[in-house]
Structure formats: C-alpha cells, structure tokens
C-alpha cells in the first residue's frame, strides 16, 4: 500500500554537499525503514529506526522520526557521486508486517 | 552469502501464456512477498506470505497466483498475463523486526517481464 508520501520527487545537488529527504506517512507504525535503488535493481535496506526512537546514525545517514508530526528525514552528508540513487521509506504498521511505501525520491550527485 | 534469488531476470512472452517466476530465500525468513515497480508509481504490493500455507493479497492481486508450499521458496504465477502486467518485478523476504512490524527486507535482483 503507498500511503506514504516523499518529498522532493528528485533531487539533484553537488558532489560534497549534504542532501536531505522528507517522508510523511498517514497511519501509526512500528518501525520505519529507508531503501536505496540503483536504476533498475534491487532495494538494498539501508537503516531503520523504531517508533521509540527519536535518531539514529549510520556512517554518513542520519535518519530522524517524528512520530507525532508523522515524518522522517534520511540525511546524507558529504555525498558521492556512487550516492546517486532512488531513495524510498517504508513504514510498517504495528498490527501486520506488511510495508507501506513511498514512492521515492530520486538522487542526483554531480561530481 | 544470503540472499533471494529470482529466475528468471528477463522474460518476454505472448499475452495469454502462463509462466512463473521463481523466488528462492536461504535465510529462513518467515515473511515473503512481491512487488511490481513500475515507472512513477514505486513499488506495489502483489501478494505476501506471512509464513507455509499463508498468504494474502496486496494492493494489486489482480492477474497473479502465489504458493508457499515451502519455507524457502514463493513463486509468482501469471496464468493469463497481459500486456499490462509488463514490468519490472522484485521478491523480498525479512523476519519479524525485534520489536514486531517487518524487520529489515532482503530484496531479490528483480525480473523484467515483457508481455506482448
């Protein structure tokens, strides 16, 4: 189910600076995950974080959840142009494991 | 090395002729399921499977079998496909999250199907 919503659609900045991706989802949720996709493959999970939590960091992402205004933000910091990507969030509901997605922001780093 | 594999990666075949794509996972994940991406619209729910013998619709079931006879495997029949089937497909299998939900999604490498 996509009731989750991604903004920007696409992003395009300079390599080495920082780039930032909003997620905003209607329902309430357990947990919350970003997903990178290089064109025309496979998600690969990237970091998740728990409705308890508040941030949470994984080398050069940070990753923050307002589960009261119903949004996360995935920061990239210092991006490379390997960083170029679709990002997408996905959050899971507290009653089920099904995902529910967003429908991605797409990442361009110029070198 | 885990990890989903999926068989085939390309297809092209005729509207009306059945076929199945094959989705295999080697790290005992309880929860399967299928997903289509077309462009624009992200990722769609096909059909997911919560453990053996389990399974449920997703958000487009329309045209699409599954089974899950065995823990490992989940394939994704079209009996009748249509040109509207045409896209780019994904298997993806996870456990349980440790404080429940969906816990981290392995993702299979994707299948391009092609109905003419």
């Known amino acids: 189910s996509q009731q989750g919503e991604e903004d920007p659609q696409a992003l395009s900045i300079q390599e080495g600076e920082n780039a930032t991706m909003n997620c905003s989802y209607k329902?309430?949720?357990?947990?919350l995950q970003w997903y990178r996709q290089n064109s025309g493959r496979g998600l690969v999970h990237l970091i998740l974080i728990r409705s308890n939590e508040r941030e949470k960091h994984s080398g050069r992402l940070r990753v923050t959840l307002d589960t009261s205004k119903k949004s996360s933000s995935l920061l990239i910091t210092a991006s490379r142009a390997a960083d170029t990507a679709s990002y997408f969030c996905a959050m899971t509901p507290p009653s089920n494991y099904q995902l529910i997605w967003g429908a991605g922001t797409k990442l361009i780093i110029k070198p | 090395e885990a990890q989903v594999t999926q068989n085939p990666r390309y297809l092209i075949t005729v509207t009306g002729k059945k076929l199945t794509v094959t989705c295999s996972q080697n790290m005992n994940h309880e929860y399967m399921s299928w997903y289509r991406q077309d462009p624009g619209l992200g990722l769609r729910q096909i059909y997911y499977s919560m453990n053996v013998e389990v399974t449920d619709k997703g958000d487009v079931p329309e045209g699409y079998k599954v089974s899950r006879k065995e823990k490992r495997n989940f394939p994704l029949i079209l009996e009748s496909p249509s040109p509207n089937q045409t896209s780019l497909y994904f298997c993806?299998?996870?456990?349980?999250?440790?404080?429940?939900?969906?816990?981290?999604?392995?993702f299979g490498p994707g299948t391009r199907l092609t109905v003419t």
């Open positions: 993806a299998s996870s456990s349980p999250g440790r404080s429940g939900g969906s816990g981290e999604q392995y």
């Open positions: 329902t309430s949720i357990n947990n």
